[in-house]
């Protein structure tokens, strides 16, 4: 009785961030994140959107009769804390993983062949980094667009602006030299635009030197890649070194976000989308998710792409569950793959020929009031 009560209790702890408590028949996922240490709110809002897409799914029957239970922990930016909470959330047999963040600890995760040992199925990891998608693994499926899509759009729409050069300041994680790869091959297959590269770590020296670095070699455009922290901070640090040039940057730096980082320095940037706008109206999926966040965020009344994507990963799940004939790892897996292509509403996932999901990429540009233009 003691040790059933302590079990139950930990069970607490872990969480219900849905406001429900967990039951035996639930079927439980899992978001194992960076909540505590991170310093940029990506995690905080997949969740945000995960738990408003799951109170959704709950509020009409849950999947095949059964209510969605979501467990988060935190990992503290680190592999070994992922690997660790990985083993803790095991205990509750989750049948998938939402939403894992951090190309370190993606990689470690690949790196180690944890996923070959670990019954689970991983869907929607951020970020979408080559190295992390090439080979990847057949229990880890991506949603968003790839580093490379977006990568090639931007460069693709430089080249429609008659750029010709294009300074890359990446910084020195998986992400950040994957991008820079990516960008390479874009403007091999293109033609007409050359590549100037500057890598930097994370500190204010740095990216100061690194931002000189590229201003002296003059390019007609930049293109910043790395974590959104980095990224905000290297668009500064851009601007500050008298880069008045076309900047842009990826889908993980909210254009809020960057306002912060870059105050006036933000106005004009263009950011690749790999969602559709969180703020607009027009699909059907908008409306959705709108209503959903209304009801169970309240409080907030500006939504993130990063929102929109915890909602998707949600949705996509329960629509993979709902035409699984065994609700566990394996039977997901195979649903997702087996479900061809489907519209939540204007956003369209399609697994059936790869674990890469979606190929829509849009950009949008940073007005002076920190929103979005499409």
Do not use: C
């Not at 889908?251 to 320095?265: E, V």
């Not at 409306?287 to 009344?301: E, G, I, N, S």
């Amino acid at each position: 009785m003691i040790r059933r009560n302590l079990m139950a209790a930990l069970a607490a702890a872990l969480l219900p961030v849905t406001g429900l408590p967990q039951d035996s028949s639930d079927i439980v996922v899992a978001q194992i994140g960076p909540f505590t240490v991170l310093p940029a709110p990506d995690p905080k809002e997949l969740n945000e959107g995960i738990t408003a897409a799951l109170d959704e799914i709950n509020g009409r029957g849950g999947v095949q009769g059964r209510r969605v239970s979501l467990v988060k922990l935190d990992d503290t930016y680190t592999f070994d804390g992922f690997r660790q909470q990985l083993g803790t959330v095991m205990a509750q047999k989750p049948v998938a993983l939402l939403t894992p963040l951090g190309s370190a600890t993606l990689k470690g995760l690949l790196d180690s062949k944890l996923l070959d040992t670990t019954d689970i199925v991983i869907l929607n990891a951020v970020p979408g980094a080559s190295v992390l998608r090439s080979p990847g693994h057949p229990k880890l499926f991506h949603i968003r667009a790839g580093d490379e899509q977006q990568i090639h759009k931007i460069v693709t729409h430089a080249r429609t602006l008659s750029i010709r050069s294009m300074g890359v300041l990446h910084q020195n994680i998986p992400i950040g030299s994957s991008g820079l790869a990516s960008a390479r091959s874009a403007a091999a297959e293109l033609g007409g635009i050359e590549i100037v590269e500057a890598q930097s770590a994370t500190d204010a020296a740095a990216l100061a030197q690194a931002a000189k670095t590229l201003a002296a070699a003059n390019p007609q455009s930049a293109l910043v890649v790395g974590a959104p922290k980095f990224s905000g901070e290297a668009i500064a640090a851009l601007r500050a070194a008298g880069v008045s040039q076309q900047i842009f940057s990826l889908s993980y730096l909210p254009a809020p976000a960057l306002m912060k980082f870059a105050g006036n320095g933000a106005r004009g940037v263009g950011l690749s989308q790999t969602f559709p706008n969180p703020m607009g109206a027009t699909l059907p999926l908008q409306r959705d998710f709108r209503a959903a966040m209304r009801k169970v965020h309240p409080t907030l009344t500006d939504y993130t792409t990063f929102h929109m994507e915890g909602y998707i990963t949600a949705r996509v799940f329960a629509e993979a569950a709902k035409r699984s004939r065994s609700l566990n790892p394996s039977g997901i897996a195979q649903s997702l793959r087996a479900m061809g292509e489907v519209d939540l509403g204007g956003f369209r996932v399609n697994f059936a020929k790869s674990n890469l999901g979606s190929n829509w990429v849009d950009i949008g540009v940073v007005s002076g009031d920190g929103k979005l233009l499409y």
